[in-house]
């Protein structure tokens, strides 16, 4: 006798995933230490003021237990500081935690993919199969060619009791073009970035790990360099992202060009892209005796026409540069109007929120065209 069994849903109520008390401390951990641009021991006072608040701890598991763990799994180790007294320090491990989660913030939405290079719409001289065939043309590498068609080719064209193969009857199989990258992420750290009651900076260097993190995990060829600038402008590297801070410095907008387009210049890759994170209008630039010229009184026409200049020479180098202005003043918004016109850019005139979204966006779509 043959059994019927109906087929249904069963619903209850959802449980949540089970997370360990660390793995829940070390989420809010990492938040803090990128806030406090790596300074343990303020991270430690502000998770300890949280858990009071907020009861993120019981007596099963403190937060001194947690500091013990962080040792044992090396996130965190002793330092002899130079005056002799000890003190603890994030690690590497701890560093690359941070972008991870980064990255996982702002992108998580993001199809996970082997690493690899970005496809672009072009089909080319690469090594990623499309599948699709092709005859061949004069200079195609005789690996290219798909001898099964090929043969089936020379078959039908030709007959099977004299087998004869001529060119016409070579098909190659179609390869896209893997686009490779270089791009400079530029970060503005003047004074400004924490004034108004609102700090820029954090949401700032959390985009920079997460481009970091992106780039060096899914897209290897690619390059990428970052640099800070304030009065003057100097690289950063990917490491010392957390430690990001801002200083009292003025927007020297003009030098922090200067260097991108230098480190772009040496790379071979024929794609070549510069992203601005900016608060501020440009109020400093450097004379060529080694003074500061510096003005915070609206827009100064000798530095903004030295903005215009670089924007230009950038052009001429097929540099595009995409400017994220994280400020909604008229005459900014009308200063950096100007400026994409003479770069032939972009710009977005964006909030801190979003941020991350938007850059990785335009980070695809640079990347899926070939500059000629």
């Excluded at 790990?209 to 995990?217: D, G, S, V």
């Amino acid at each position: 006798m043959e059994t019927h069994r109906k087929k249904g849903f069963i619903f209850k109520t959802y449980e949540a995933p089970y997370i360990s008390p660390f793995d829940k401390l070390f989420e809010i951990f990492t938040e803090l230490i990128t806030h406090t641009s790596g300074d343990l021991d303020e991270a430690i006072d502000w998770l300890r003021q949280l858990d009071k608040e907020y009861k993120l701890t019981d007596e099963n598991y403190t937060i001194d237990d947690f500091i013990e763990d962080l040792k044992k799994k090396g996130y965190i180790r002793e330092e002899i500081k130079p005056d002799g007294s000890g003190g603890m320090k994030i690690t590497s491990k701890t560093e690359r935690s941070i972008r991870q989660q980064a990255l996982e913030q702002i992108f998580g939405n993001l199809k996970r993919a082997g690493s690899g290079s970005h496809r672009t719409k072009y089909s080319g001289s690469g090594d990623e199969h499309t599948g699709e065939f092709r005859e061949y043309r004069f200079g195609d590498s005789l690996e290219r060619i798909s001898l099964t068609e090929s043969l089936r080719n020379a078959q039908v064209n030709n007959g099977i009791e004299d087998f004869q193969l001529y060119e016409n009857d070579l098909v190659v199989e179609d390869s896209q073009f893997k686009a490779q990258m270089s791009t400079v992420l530029m970060i503005d750290i003047s004074h400004s970035m924490i004034l108004y009651g609102e700090d820029r900076i954090t949401p700032a260097k959390k985009v920079a790990m997460a481009l970091a993190e992106l780039i060096t995990t899914r897209y290897p060829k690619d390059t990428l360099d970052i640099l800070v600038f304030g009065n003057d402008a100097w690289p950063i590297a990917i490491k010392d992202l957390p430690y990001l801070n801002v200083g009292p410095y003025h927007t020297n907008t003009v030098a922090g060009l200067q260097l991108a387009m230098d480190l772009l210049r040496r790379k071979r890759n024929t794609n070549k892209q510069i992203f601005m994170i900016t608060d501020g209008k440009p109020s400093c630039v450097r004379q060529s005796d080694g003074t500061y010229y510096m003005n915070s009184n609206g827009l100064d026409d000798y530095i903004v026409d030295k903005c215009y200049t670089m924007a230009q020479q950038a052009r001429k180098l097929h540099i595009p540069i995409t400017t994220f202005m994280i400020a909604r003043d008229p005459y900014l918004q009308e200063f950096i109007q100007h400026f994409t016109e003479a770069n032939q850019g972009k710009a977005f005139y964006t909030g801190l929120k979003g941020l991350g979204e938007m850059i990785f966006e335009d980070y695809e779509a640079n990347r899926k065209k070939r500059v000629k």
